[in-house]
C-alpha cells in the first residue's frame, strides 16, 4: 500500500544516507590511517636512500655505520627524535612508516623507503671539501629538477643522538641551503634581468657608467667600489664582469629604470618586497624561505645596496639556484626542485613517481638568453682557468654580514651542457679566514657529478 | 599465530555473517507467514473493479483521484480523498471523509458503514465491488 | 508461530554459532590470565541465549527476527564490553542488557495494539512533560544525569521512545480536520510542533546537544509523514526542492556563522592532541592500530582513554576486533532497523513508529560513529545496543520493542464503538 511504502521509502533515506556515510568513514580511514600511525607512539620507520641505492638515514637502526656515514646529509635528510623539524624525514615521517592499513604495522622487513635524487658520493665530496670551513652547496639538474648535492656546514651525525646539543655550533641543526643568506653580488644578476625586462638589451647596452672607486649617489651617500682605484667607463657586460657597484648604483637611478617596475620584476622573480610577509616554498614538505628585499626610491642608498646585494636583501641558495635554471633553460620558467624520487610502500610497492615541474614565466625567454650570454662570458673570460673541462655561465658574489665584520663568499651558475644539465650555488662563510675558494669547491662539485 | 589469528578473525566474521544472512532469510519466512495471518485475519476481501482487482494490504485504506491514495480511481467524478476503508476485528468499514459526490454503497448514500462480502460500492461514476480473492480457493 | 517453528530452530541455532565464534576468539586470541574468566562469560552468553529461547515461544509473537537480532547484538556487546583492556565478564553491563531485553517485551505488549495505543495518546504528552520537568527540576542547567544511589539516570534518553510514539501517526487521525479561516487542520500536529520546540530549547538548555539532533530527526520523519499524507499537499518534487533549500541555507548559514561556532564544526583535533582533541585523535589511532583484523579482544590500548565504552566504543571496538567486525556489528544493527523494509508493518501507525525508530537509531549511529572520527562535530551520544549505559540500553531496548510490535500487530479494538454498534444494529435490521 502507498502509505505503508512511503514510511519505508523514509526508512530507506535514513539507512542510504547512513551507510554512505560509513563507506566515507572507511574511504577516509583506509587513506588517512598512515598519518593516524604517525601521532602515536608506535611506528617502525624505514630507510631513506639516495640516488644509486646508499643509505641517507636508517629508521630500523639495525645496522652499523662508520662514524660519520651520515654528516653530509645531517641536516637535511635529518631523523625522527623532533629535534629537527624542517628535514625530509621529519616531514615525511609518513611516507616512511612501515605501516598500511591492510597489513598492520610491519616489524621486521617492511619495505618502505624513500628514494632521494641525491648523489651521496658526490655530496660527501663537497662536503669533505669544506674542511673546517662553515658554508653550503647545492646543486640539481636543471632539465629535471632533481637535487644532486644538498650539504651545508657545520653538521652532525644523526645516529650519535644529541646528548651534547649545547655544544652544537650554531647553524648545526639547519641545512643552511634553505635559509636567506646576503646574495651579494650574485643579486646583480636579479638587478640584470629587472633592467633587461624594462629597457630591453639595445637601451641596456647602450648605457654605460664611470667608476672611480666611490659614487656619491643623489641624496649624498657614498657608494664604495671593491676596486678602490675604479673600473673607469664600462658597459653592462664589464660592469657585471668586473661586479661594479657604482655602475649599479647609477643603473637603479637611471630614469630608464622606474622604481616601481622594478619592483614588479622583483615580486614576479619571487622577492618579498618591503617587508611583506615571510613566505616559504616547498620541496617535498621541506619549507625553503622566499627572498626578501626592501626597495623605496631609487636614490636612496639602502634601495641602491639591496639592488647591489647587500643590506636588507636576503636569498636562500636554494632560490638563487632556481633563478640559474631558468636562465640556463633559456625560458625564463624556473625548474622546481625535487628531492624524493619515489617512494615504496611496506610492501615494496613504488609510489608517488616525481615529476619534473616548471614555475610561472619569471621572465621574458629573450631576457633569459641575453643574461646566459652575459654569464657565459663571464665565466669563458675569468674561470676558465680556475675550473677547468667545463662550459660555465657563473656570477661571483662577496656578502658582507655581521655588520660587515665578516664577507661571505657566493659563487651561483650553471654548467651549459646538456649531459651535465647541473645549476648550482656554493656559499663559503668567513672568507677572509680561509684560503679555499668558491671555485674549489665547484671543480670538486662538478668533478664529481660528472663522473656519474 | 598471525595466520591462525587471522584465520579465527575470519571464522568469527563468517559465523556472524551467515548468522545475519539467515536471520534475513528469516524475515523472508516470516513475511509469507505474515501474508497469510493477514489474509486471514481480513477475511480475503478485494475491491475489484470491472477489470482490476485491489488488494486490501492494510489497516487504513484510502480510495481517491489522488495520486497518493491507496487505491487510484483517475475518474473526475471521484474527489482526491474520497473514501476510507478500515478494518477492526475482522470486520471492513467504509467512511465517507468529505467527498463531493458521496459513497453509495448498494445504492444507498452512507456515511459510515460495514461492508459485507459482494457489496457494492459506488464512488460517483466509478462502482467497485468488495468481494472474496478469487485466488483464495486454488490454495 | 506454527508455520515458523523450522526458522526459529534454525535462527536460534546460528545466533548461537556467531556467539560461539565470538568467544572462541576470545579463547584463543584474548587477553586473560584465568580461564575461568573465559568460562564465566561464555557461560553468562550462552545462558542468557538458551534461557531467552526458551522463554520466547510464550509470546505469541508471528515474527521472531527481531527477537533474535536483538538478542545477537546485546550478547555481541557483553562480549566486547567484558574485553576491554581485558577479559572479565562485566556484570553491570550483563544486567542492564537483560534489562533491555525486558524493556523490549514490555515495549512489545505496550505498542502491539495500536488502536488502543493511539487512544492512549495524551499520555505520552503528559509523559513527556513529566520528565522534561524532572530535566529543570532534577538535572540542572549544565548536566543531564540524575544520581540515584549507585544509579544515573538520564533522563532525556526516556523521552525518545515517547516522542517516537508522540510522531506516529494513523491516517484517520489526519482525518480529524478543523477548519481555522480557510486552512485544514489537525490540531494534534501543532501540539507536536509545541512539544518538539520545548523539548529542543530544553535539550539547547541542558547543552545536551547530541540528543538535539536525534529529536530532529525522528520530528523531521514524522513531520514529513503528517504533511505527505493524507492530504498529500506536498508533491515529491516540492519536498526535494525544500530539501535543496534547507541544505543550501544550511551551507550558508555554516559559512557566515560566527568564528567560534566555525572553531567548533572544523576542530583540528591534531593541533590539540592531548587537549580538547585527545578522544577522537587516540580513536582514529586504536582504528589505525586495529587495521582490519584487530589486536586481539583485550589487547587494545583505548581502554585507558576516557569514555571507551560509550562515546568511542566504535574505535575501542575497531581496535580489539578489527575495522571488519565494527562494520559487521553496525550492519546487525542496521538489520534490525532495515525489517520493517522487508516485513512490512499492517497500520500507517505502526510504520510512522518504525521510521520514527529508525531515524532515532541511525541518527546515534552516524552522530557517534562520525563524530568520534572526526567527520562531524564530536557529542556524547551512545550507539544503541553497544554502548555501556543503563538509560540508553533500556530506551533502546523498547524501541526494540516498538519495532517488533509494528511487525506482529494485535488488531482488535479497544472498545467496541457506539455509534458504530447502533449503525451495526440498524444494519442489521435492514
Same mark, same amino acid.
Given at each position: 500500500m502507498k502509505s505503508i511504502k512511503r514510511c519505508q521509502g523514509i526508512i530507506s533515506l535514513f539507512l542510504v544516507f547512513f551507510v554512505a556515510g560509513m563507506i566515507a568513514l572507511v574511504i577516509k580511514i583506509q587513506r588517512e590511517a598512515s598519518f593516524y600511525m604517525m601521532h602515536s607512539e608506535n611506528y617502525e620507520l624505514g630507510m631513506v636512500y639516495d640516488r644509486?641505492?646508499?643509505?641517507?638515514?636508517?629508521? %630500523?637502526?639495525n645496522e652499523e655505520y662508520e662514524d660519520n656515514y651520515f654528516i653530509d646529509v645531517g641536516n637535511l635528510i635529518?631523523?625522527?627524535?623532533?629535534?629537527? =623539524? #624542517?628535514?625530509l624525514v621529519a616531514q615525511n615521517l609518513e611516507k616512511l612508516n &612501515?605501516? %598500511?592499513?591492510? *597489513?598492520?604495522?610491519?616489524?621486521?622487513?617492511?619495505? *618502505?623507503a624513500i628514494y632521494t635524487t641525491l648523489d651521496h658520493e658526490a655530496n660527501r665530496a663537497v662536503y669533505n671539501a669544506f674542511g673546517n670551513q662553515d658554508g653550503c652547496a647545492v646543486a640539481y #639538474?636543471?632539465? =629535471?629538477?632533481?637535487?644532486l648535492v644538498c650539504t651545508s656546514l657545520?653538521?652532525?651525525?644523526?645516529?650519535?643522538?644529541?646528548? &651534547?646539543?649545547?655544544?652544537?655550533?650554531?647553524? =648545526?641543526?639547519?641545512?643552511?641551503?634553505l635559509y636567506g643568506t646576503v646574495p651579494g653580488s650574485t643579486q646583480k644578476v636579479s638587478t640584470v634581468i629587472a633592467a633587461l625586462e624594462i629597457m630591453g638589451a639595445d637601451t641596456l647596452f647602450s648605457k654605460s657608467f664611470s667608476c672611480s672607486g666611490t659614487y656619491v649617489n643623489k641624496s649624498g651617500d657614498n657608494i664604495d667600489?671593491?676596486?678602490?682605484y675604479g673600473h673607469g667607463t664600462q658597459n653592462i657586460q664589464q660592469a657585471v664582469e668586473n661586479s661594479c657597484n657604482p655602475f649599479f648604483a647609477q643603473l637603479i637611478e637611471d630614469?630608464?629604470?622606474?622604481l616601481s617596475q622594478v619592483k614588479k620584476v622583483y615580486e614576479k622573480l619571487g622577492y618579498a618586497v618591503n617587508d611583506d610577509e615571510e613566505e616559504y616554498f616547498d620541496i617535498d614538505g621541506i619549507k625553503c624561505q622566499k627572498a626578501s628585499t626592501t626597495l623605496n626610491d631609487p636614490y636612496e642608498f639602502k634601495t641602491q645596496w639591496g639592488c647591489i646585494g647587500q643590506g636588507d636583501t636576503l636569498v636562500s641558495p636554494i632560490q638563487l639556484m632556481m633563478w640559474q635554471s631558468a636562465i640556463a633553460n633559456e625560458s625564463g620558467e624556473m625548474t622546481m626542485p625535487h628531492l624524493i624520487d619515489h617512494t615504496t610502500d611496506v610492501y615494496g610497492k613504488i609510489k608517488d613517481n616525481a615529476k619534473t615541474q616548471f614555475s610561472d614565466r619569471l621572465f621574458s625567454s629573450d631576457t633569459a638568453e641575453t643574461v646566459k650570454q652575459i654569464l657565459l662570458t663571464n665565466g669563458e673570460n675569468h674561470y676558465t682557468n680556475l675550473i677547468t673541462g667545463y662550459k660555465l655561465g657563473v656570477k661571483s658574489g662577496t656578502a658582507q654580514v655581521n655588520e660587515g665584520n665578516t664577507e661571505n663568499s657566493l659563487l651561483v651558475g650553471f654548467v651549459d651542457d646538456p649531459d651535465l644539465p647541473v645549476a648550482f650555488c656554493i656559499l663559503i662563510e668567513d672568507? #677572509? &679566514?680561509? %684560503?679555499?675558494?668558491t671555485e674549489n669547491i665547484a671543480q670538486i662539485m662538478l668533478d664529481a657529478l660528472s663522473q656519474n | 599465530m598471525d595466520s591462525l589469528k587471522l584465520i579465527l578473525c575470519a571464522v568469527a566474521a563468517a559465523s556472524l555473517d551467515i548468522c545475519a544472512l539467515v536471520l534475513i532469510l528469516a524475515a523472508y519466512h516470516e513475511r509469507n507467514t505474515g501474508n497469510k495471518r493477514w489474509n486471514r485475519m481480513t477475511s480475503f476481501m478485494e475491491l475489484a473493479d470491472y477489470n482490476t482487482s485491489y488488494p486490501l494490504g492494510c489497516d487504513e485504506i484510502l480510495i481517491g483521484?489522488?495520486? +497518493?491514495?491507496?487505491?487510484?480511481?483517475?475518474?473526475? +467524478?471521484? +474527489?482526491?480523498?474520497h473514501a476510507m476503508l478500515t478494518i477492526s476485528n475482522g470486520i471492513w468499514t467504509i467512511t465517507d471523509i468529505? +467527498?463531493?459526490s458521496g459513497v453509495f454503497v448498494n445504492g444507498n448514500l452512507v456515511k459510515q458503514t460495514q461492508l459485507r462480502e459482494n457489496d457494492m460500492i459506488t464512488l460517483g461514476n466509478r462502482r467497485l465491488i468488495f468481494r472474496r480473492r478469487s485466488d483464495v480457493n486454488v490454495r | 508461530m506454527s508455520g515458523n517453528k523450522c526458522s526459529y530452530i534454525f535462527s536460534a541455532i546460528f545466533v548461537l554459532l556467531a556467539h560461539a565464534g565470538m568467544l572462541l576468539n576470545v579463547f584463543l586470541n584474548g587477553n586473560y590470565s584465568d580461564l575461568s574468566d573465559v568460562i564465566v562469560l561464555a557461560g553468562a552468553v550462552i545462558g542468557l541465549d538458551l534461557v531467552y529461547f526458551i522463554i520466547?515461544? !510464550?509470546? /505469541?509473537? $508471528?515474527?521472531f527476527t527481531i527477537d533474535f537480532l536483538l538478542l545477537l547484538v546485546l550478547n555481541m556487546s557483553v562480549i566486547f564490553q567484558s574485553c576491554?583492556?581485558?577479559?572479565?565478564?562485566s556484570l553491570k553491563h550483563y544486567i542492564t542488557c537483560i534489562t533491555a531485553l525486558i524493556a523490549c517485551r514490555a515495549g512489545y505488549l505496550l505498542c502491539r495494539n495500536h488502536k488502543w495505543l493511539q487512544m492512549q495518546k495524551k499520555y505520552f504528552y503528559i509523559g513527556i512533560g513529566v520528565l522534561m520537568l524532572v530535566i529543570v527540576t532534577l538535572?540542572? $542547567?549544565r548536566s543531564m544525569w540524575i544520581y540515584l544511589g549507585p544509579i544515573t539516570l538520564q533522563p532525556s534518553e526516556f523521552i525518545k521512545p515517547l516522542f517516537v510514539l508522540a510522531c506516529a501517526t494513523s491516517i484517520t487521525e489526519q482525518q480529524k480536520k478543523h477548519k481555522i479561516l480557510c486552512f485544514h487542520v489537525v490540531y494534534e500536529n501543532f501540539a507536536l510542533m509545541g512539544i518538539t520546540a520545548a523539548i529542543c530549547l530544553l535539550q539547547w538548555w541542558c547543552r545536551d546537544l547530541g540528543s538535539l539532533p536525534t529529536f530532529i530527526g525522528i520530528y523531521a520523519c514524522g513531520f514529513l509523514l503528517r504533511i505527505c499524507?493524507? /492530504?498529500?499537499?506536498?508533491s515529491k518534487k516540492k519536498l526535494i526542492g525544500a530539501g535543496i533549500i534547507l541544505l543550501a541555507v544550511a551551507v550558508i548559514c555554516m559559512k557566515f556563522a560566527p568564528a567560534y561556532v566555525q572553531e567548533r564544526l572544523h576542530a583540528d583535533i591534531w593541533n590539540d592532541i592531548n587537549g580538547n582533541g585527545y578522544q577522537q585523535a587516540q580513536a582514529l589511532i586504536g582504528i589505525a592500530n586495529g587495521g582490519? !583484523?584487530?589486536?586481539?579482544?583485550?589487547?587494545?590500548?583505548?581502554?585507558?582513554?576516557?569514555a571507551h565504552e560509550n562515546d568511542i566504543v566504535f574505535a575501542t571496538i575497531s581496535e580489539e576486533w578489527g575495522l571488519l567486525y565494527a562494520l559487521m556489528m553496525v550492519l546487525a544493527i542496521l538489520i534490525i532497523v532495515m525489517l520493517p523494509l522487508i516485513?512490512?508493518?499492517?497500520s500507517y501507525f505502526h510504520s510512522t513508529m518504525a521510521a520514527g525508530v529508525c531515524a532515532a537509531f541511525t541518527v546515534q549511529m552516524a552522530l557517534n560513529i562520525f563524530g568520534s572520527c572526526n567527520m562531524i562535530p564530536f557529542t556524547g551520544v551512545t550507539i544503541p545496543f553497544i554502548s555501556s549505559g543503563g538509560s540508553s540500553l533500556m530506551t533502546s531496548g523498547f524501541m526494540t520493542g516498538m519495532l517488533v510490535a509494528s511487525q506482529s500487530p494485535v488488531f482488535k479494538?479497544? /472498545?467496541?464503538h457506539k455509534k458504530l454498534s447502533s449503525f451495526n444494529l440498524r444494519r442489521q435490521k435492514a
Amino acid at each position: 500500500m502507498k502509505s505503508i511504502k512511503r514510511c519505508q521509502g523514509i526508512i530507506s533515506l535514513f539507512l542510504v544516507f547512513f551507510v554512505a556515510g560509513m563507506i566515507a568513514l572507511v574511504i577516509k580511514i583506509q587513506r588517512e590511517a598512515s598519518f593516524y600511525m604517525m601521532h602515536s607512539e608506535n611506528y617502525e620507520l624505514g630507510m631513506v636512500y639516495d640516488r644509486n641505492g646508499d643509505v641517507l638515514f636508517d629508521g %630500523s637502526g639495525n645496522e652499523e655505520y662508520e662514524d660519520n656515514y651520515f654528516i653530509d646529509v645531517g641536516n637535511l635528510i635529518g631523523d625522527d627524535k623532533g629535534q629537527m =623539524t #624542517n628535514t625530509l624525514v621529519a616531514q615525511n615521517l609518513e611516507k616512511l612508516n &612501515n605501516y %598500511s592499513f591492510s *597489513a598492520g604495522l610491519v616489524r621486521e622487513g617492511g619495505k *618502505a623507503a624513500i628514494y632521494t635524487t641525491l648523489d651521496h658520493e658526490a655530496n660527501r665530496a663537497v662536503y669533505n671539501a669544506f674542511g673546517n670551513q662553515d658554508g653550503c652547496a647545492v646543486a640539481y #639538474n636543471y632539465k =629535471t629538477g632533481e637535487i644532486l648535492v644538498c650539504t651545508s656546514l657545520p653538521s652532525l651525525d644523526v645516529t650519535k643522538g644529541y646528548e &651534547n646539543i649545547s655544544d652544537f655550533r650554531s647553524g =648545526t641543526l639547519i641545512s643552511k641551503t634553505l635559509y636567506g643568506t646576503v646574495p651579494g653580488s650574485t643579486q646583480k644578476v636579479s638587478t640584470v634581468i629587472a633592467a633587461l625586462e624594462i629597457m630591453g638589451a639595445d637601451t641596456l647596452f647602450s648605457k654605460s657608467f664611470s667608476c672611480s672607486g666611490t659614487y656619491v649617489n643623489k641624496s649624498g651617500d657614498n657608494i664604495d667600489c671593491h676596486n678602490s682605484y675604479g673600473h673607469g667607463t664600462q658597459n653592462i657586460q664589464q660592469a657585471v664582469e668586473n661586479s661594479c657597484n657604482p655602475f649599479f648604483a647609477q643603473l637603479i637611478e637611471d630614469d630608464d629604470l622606474p622604481l616601481s617596475q622594478v619592483k614588479k620584476v622583483y615580486e614576479k622573480l619571487g622577492y618579498a618586497v618591503n617587508d611583506d610577509e615571510e613566505e616559504y616554498f616547498d620541496i617535498d614538505g621541506i619549507k625553503c624561505q622566499k627572498a626578501s628585499t626592501t626597495l623605496n626610491d631609487p636614490y636612496e642608498f639602502k634601495t641602491q645596496w639591496g639592488c647591489i646585494g647587500q643590506g636588507d636583501t636576503l636569498v636562500s641558495p636554494i632560490q638563487l639556484m632556481m633563478w640559474q635554471s631558468a636562465i640556463a633553460n633559456e625560458s625564463g620558467e624556473m625548474t622546481m626542485p625535487h628531492l624524493i624520487d619515489h617512494t615504496t610502500d611496506v610492501y615494496g610497492k613504488i609510489k608517488d613517481n616525481a615529476k619534473t615541474q616548471f614555475s610561472d614565466r619569471l621572465f621574458s625567454s629573450d631576457t633569459a638568453e641575453t643574461v646566459k650570454q652575459i654569464l657565459l662570458t663571464n665565466g669563458e673570460n675569468h674561470y676558465t682557468n680556475l675550473i677547468t673541462g667545463y662550459k660555465l655561465g657563473v656570477k661571483s658574489g662577496t656578502a658582507q654580514v655581521n655588520e660587515g665584520n665578516t664577507e661571505n663568499s657566493l659563487l651561483v651558475g650553471f654548467v651549459d651542457d646538456p649531459d651535465l644539465p647541473v645549476a648550482f650555488c656554493i656559499l663559503i662563510e668567513d672568507k #677572509n &679566514n680561509t %684560503s679555499l675558494k668558491t671555485e674549489n669547491i665547484a671543480q670538486i662539485m662538478l668533478d664529481a657529478l660528472s663522473q656519474n | 599465530m598471525d595466520s591462525l589469528k587471522l584465520i579465527l578473525c575470519a571464522v568469527a566474521a563468517a559465523s556472524l555473517d551467515i548468522c545475519a544472512l539467515v536471520l534475513i532469510l528469516a524475515a523472508y519466512h516470516e513475511r509469507n507467514t505474515g501474508n497469510k495471518r493477514w489474509n486471514r485475519m481480513t477475511s480475503f476481501m478485494e475491491l475489484a473493479d470491472y477489470n482490476t482487482s485491489y488488494p486490501l494490504g492494510c489497516d487504513e485504506i484510502l480510495i481517491g483521484r489522488h495520486a +497518493s491514495a491507496d487505491i487510484r480511481l483517475p475518474d473526475l +467524478s471521484v +474527489s482526491r480523498y474520497h473514501a476510507m476503508l478500515t478494518i477492526s476485528n475482522g470486520i471492513w468499514t467504509i467512511t465517507d471523509i468529505g +467527498s463531493k459526490s458521496g459513497v453509495f454503497v448498494n445504492g444507498n448514500l452512507v456515511k459510515q458503514t460495514q461492508l459485507r462480502e459482494n457489496d457494492m460500492i459506488t464512488l460517483g461514476n466509478r462502482r467497485l465491488i468488495f468481494r472474496r480473492r478469487s485466488d483464495v480457493n486454488v490454495r | 508461530m506454527s508455520g515458523n517453528k523450522c526458522s526459529y530452530i534454525f535462527s536460534a541455532i546460528f545466533v548461537l554459532l556467531a556467539h560461539a565464534g565470538m568467544l572462541l576468539n576470545v579463547f584463543l586470541n584474548g587477553n586473560y590470565s584465568d580461564l575461568s574468566d573465559v568460562i564465566v562469560l561464555a557461560g553468562a552468553v550462552i545462558g542468557l541465549d538458551l534461557v531467552y529461547f526458551i522463554i520466547m515461544p !510464550f509470546f /505469541k509473537q $508471528s515474527t521472531f527476527t527481531i527477537d533474535f537480532l536483538l538478542l545477537l547484538v546485546l550478547n555481541m556487546s557483553v562480549i566486547f564490553q567484558s574485553c576491554f583492556g581485558g577479559v572479565h565478564l562485566s556484570l553491570k553491563h550483563y544486567i542492564t542488557c537483560i534489562t533491555a531485553l525486558i524493556a523490549c517485551r514490555a515495549g512489545y505488549l505496550l505498542c502491539r495494539n495500536h488502536k488502543w495505543l493511539q487512544m492512549q495518546k495524551k499520555y505520552f504528552y503528559i509523559g513527556i512533560g513529566v520528565l522534561m520537568l524532572v530535566i529543570v527540576t532534577l538535572t540542572g $542547567s549544565r548536566s543531564m544525569w540524575i544520581y540515584l544511589g549507585p544509579i544515573t539516570l538520564q533522563p532525556s534518553e526516556f523521552i525518545k521512545p515517547l516522542f517516537v510514539l508522540a510522531c506516529a501517526t494513523s491516517i484517520t487521525e489526519q482525518q480529524k480536520k478543523h477548519k481555522i479561516l480557510c486552512f485544514h487542520v489537525v490540531y494534534e500536529n501543532f501540539a507536536l510542533m509545541g512539544i518538539t520546540a520545548a523539548i529542543c530549547l530544553l535539550q539547547w538548555w541542558c547543552r545536551d546537544l547530541g540528543s538535539l539532533p536525534t529529536f530532529i530527526g525522528i520530528y523531521a520523519c514524522g513531520f514529513l509523514l503528517r504533511i505527505c499524507y493524507p /492530504k498529500a499537499k506536498f508533491s515529491k518534487k516540492k519536498l526535494i526542492g525544500a530539501g535543496i533549500i534547507l541544505l543550501a541555507v544550511a551551507v550558508i548559514c555554516m559559512k557566515f556563522a560566527p568564528a567560534y561556532v566555525q572553531e567548533r564544526l572544523h576542530a583540528d583535533i591534531w593541533n590539540d592532541i592531548n587537549g580538547n582533541g585527545y578522544q577522537q585523535a587516540q580513536a582514529l589511532i586504536g582504528i589505525a592500530n586495529g587495521g582490519w !583484523f584487530g589486536k586481539g579482544p583485550g589487547y587494545g590500548f583505548l581502554h585507558n582513554v576516557f569514555a571507551h565504552e560509550n562515546d568511542i566504543v566504535f574505535a575501542t571496538i575497531s581496535e580489539e576486533w578489527g575495522l571488519l567486525y565494527a562494520l559487521m556489528m553496525v550492519l546487525a544493527i542496521l538489520i534490525i532497523v532495515m525489517l520493517p523494509l522487508i516485513n512490512p508493518p499492517r497500520s500507517y501507525f505502526h510504520s510512522t513508529m518504525a521510521a520514527g525508530v529508525c531515524a532515532a537509531f541511525t541518527v546515534q549511529m552516524a552522530l557517534n560513529i562520525f563524530g568520534s572520527c572526526n567527520m562531524i562535530p564530536f557529542t556524547g551520544v551512545t550507539i544503541p545496543f553497544i554502548s555501556s549505559g543503563g538509560s540508553s540500553l533500556m530506551t533502546s531496548g523498547f524501541m526494540t520493542g516498538m519495532l517488533v510490535a509494528s511487525q506482529s500487530p494485535v488488531f482488535k479494538p479497544p /472498545k467496541p464503538h457506539k455509534k458504530l454498534s447502533s449503525f451495526n444494529l440498524r444494519r442489521q435490521k435492514a
